[in-house]
């Protein structure tokens, strides 16, 4: 697995040399901006933080969902300089690198459905939340481009 904190140094780079226009330019309608993409990651971050130190405590927890379009309209990421986002969501995510490395090993195997879903252990939650700043991060250079 690819750690959270190897992703933030790796794609630091790369995001911090799209201007302002390329953050802010939308593809097409309905289609997020890179500020928008690393605004809906840092409210991923913000819901799944807190699975993390819940599901670290307690097994077979049953945790909400979030909606994910009204949690960045709410940011407004797309008014927020590139720069806020960019640094908001470097020094959020490399805390949440910190939380999963510390989470207590035999907790890994706790339970916990999200939004109504299957249960999952919480290692799987983790896991997938680095796998799920990769898929999203991984769009930011074709959304970036005139």
Do not use: C
């Amino acid at each position: 697995m690819t750690s959270l904190a190897l992703v933030v140094a790796q794609w630091q780079p790369t995001l911090r040399e799209l201007t302002e226009l390329q953050a802010s330019r939308h593809i097409a309608p309905g289609v997020w901006s890179a500020k928008q993409i690393l605004g809906h990651l840092i409210d991923s971050g913000v819901n799944n933080h807190v699975r993390f130190v819940w599901a670290s405590r307690e097994d077979g927890l049953a945790l909400p969902g979030y909606d994910q379009t009204a949690w960045v309209e709410a940011g407004d990421y797309q008014q927020r300089p590139w720069a806020d986002v960019l640094a908001l969501w470097v020094a959020y995510q490399t805390q949440l690198a910190h939380v999963i490395d510390t989470l207590p090993p035999d907790s890994l195997d706790h339970t916990l459905s999200v939004g109504g879903s299957a249960p999952v252990t919480l290692r799987f939650i983790a896991q997938d939340y680095v796998q799920h700043q990769l898929h999203h991060l991984n769009q930011i250079p074709g959304r970036a481009q005139p």
